[in-house]
């Protein structure tokens, strides 16, 4: 017996990308950067690398009005449900040379950011997943099977990632100071579809 349509259908193959960590990058910023290296440089104690509440000072207003908007834009594309975002902490960073900032996250946020005002090593990214790297058969490294992804830190480049992320930076070689500005951002009200579903939280007394 034989059969003039073969009713089977072809085999096809679909590559899936699933649990993707988004970050956003945005250069040329156009912030002015001299007022706000001349506070870090002579607020700075000695001995220490922070200072912390930068959202006190006039010189940072923009920088700050920049981070609300980028943040919430953020949250847009995310698709990420609550009524408004709180930036919860803002702070400088000062690498001096031989100084490296050793890898970590930022609790208690659901996002995490840093604006650079000076060059300087780059910040790396480290894969979350905690098996991803057991075996590692990789013959030539992509954004798709690395381990550890690196961005180069650029003066008015303001990068924003999820706050659960860990990251890093290496040992500053050069001969001036690496100056970044960082901050925390989370979501404020009511979060989520549901208010019977696990899904649902309420932070509005999350930071009074």
Known sequence: ?????????????????IFPTNIL???????????????????????TFQINRLYEHKE????????????????????????????????????????MHPPHTHSNNILSGVFYLTGGPNIIFQDPRSGASVIDPVAERTIDNSCVVEYEALPNRMMIFPAWLPHWVPINKMNGNRISISWNVMLQGKVGQDKQSSDWHDFNDSFK
């Not at 250069?27 to 001299?34: E, F, Y």
Request: charged residues 25%; negative net charge; hydrophobic residues 40%.
């Open 1 to 17: 017996m034989s059969y003039l349509f073969n009713t089977d259908p072809e085999p096809q193959a679909t590559h899936l990308r």
């Open 25 to 47: 990058m945005i250069d040329h910023m156009g912030l002015n950067l001299k007022p706000m290296i001349e506070f870090i440089e002579k607020n700075k104690k000695p001995g």
């Open 60 to 99: 940072f207003d923009s920088l700050v009005e920049k981070i609300r908007i980028c943040s919430i834009n953020f949250c847009t594309q995310m698709k990420y449900q609550a009524h408004t975002i709180d930036i919860t902490d803002i702070w400088a960073n000062v690498l001096e040379p031989g100084d």
